[in-house]
């Protein structure tokens, strides 16, 4: 070993035999977290309904949602996936949580989810992997999607995500809209004369 590289470890390693460099060989890489996201994808009209997707490969009802690649930040990815598997462009919100489960040979996956609006129309065809595209209520929704855990995680944060889009419906009116919307209805509706 060289002095440049031995400088580099710690002696204390050196003597204990532990490695402190781990390729991406290693079992550590086995059960490394599959890093995902997506989001909750809401397209307004006099109800808003929310964007399931369907696999084509099983059949299932989904949230749209997929992985990061490598070195990709996560909203960038949620953003990314979105566009792609229901093919609207979308303007992208507040984090609304995250969910993990298990996947094959034992591995985990964390998927982070946003709250987005469809913008305009579909701009794209989703991605071959994706056989249809439903706009549903927060109910329908609910009981469309195939996986348990994704239709624990929409009754969780469905409800905040139509409170959030409301809420920004009303925040959105100009400063002067409560100066002369009038608070008495009764009031309102009095004549004079």
């Given at each position: 070993?060289?002095?440049?590289?031995?400088?580099?470890?710690?002696?204390?390693?050196?003597?204990?035999?532990?490695?402190?460099?781990?390729?991406?060989?290693?079992?550590?890489?086995?059960?490394?977290?599959?890093?995902?996201?997506?989001?909750?994808?809401?397209?307004?009209?006099?109800?808003?309904?929310?964007?399931?997707?369907?696999?084509?490969?099983?059949?299932?009802?989904?949230?749209?949602?997929?992985?990061?690649?490598?070195?990709?930040?996560?909203?960038?990815?949620?953003?990314r996936?979105?566009?792609?598997?229901?093919?609207?462009?979308v303007?992208?919100?507040?984090?609304?949580?995250?969910?993990?489960?298990?996947?094959?040979n034992?591995?985990?996956?964390?998927?982070?989810?946003?709250?987005?609006?469809?913008?305009?129309?579909?701009?794209?065809?989703?991605?071959?992997?994706?056989?249809?595209?439903?706009?549903?209520?927060?109910?329908?929704?609910?009981?469309?999607?195939?996986?348990?855990?994704?239709?624990?995680?929409?009754?969780?944060?469905?409800?905040?995500?139509?409170?959030?889009?409301?809420?920004?419906?009303?925040?959105?009116r100009?400063?002067?809209?409560?100066?002369?919307?009038?608070?008495?209805?009764?009031?309102?509706?009095?004549?004079?004369?």
């Open positions: 070993m060289t002095a440049g590289k031995e400088g580099r470890r710690s002696k204390l390693a050196l003597r204990a035999g532990v490695r402190q460099n781990f390729d991406m060989t290693d079992s550590a890489k086995a059960r490394a977290p599959i890093l995902a996201a997506g989001g909750i994808v809401l397209r307004e009209g006099s109800r808003p309904r929310i964007a399931i997707v369907r696999l084509r490969r099983d059949k299932s009802w989904v949230l749209p949602k997929g992985k990061l690649y490598p070195g990709e930040d996560a909203l960038a990815a949620a953003r996936e979105v566009v792609e598997e229901t093919g609207y462009n303007s992208v919100h507040e984090f609304l949580g995250l969910m993990s489960y298990p996947v094959d034992k591995k985990i996956k964390i998927v982070q989810f946003w709250l987005m609006r469809a913008v305009g129309g579909r701009v794209r065809e989703p991605m071959y992997e994706i056989k249809a595209v439903k706009w549903l209520s927060l109910r329908q929704a609910i009981e469309m999607l195939t996986r348990a855990h994704e239709r624990a995680f929409l009754a969780h944060v469905g409800p905040i995500a139509l409170k959030a889009v409301r809420f920004a419906r009303t925040s959105a100009p400063r002067w809209y409560a100066l002369v919307k009038p608070k008495n209805t009764s009031y309102a509706r009095r004549s004079y004369g």
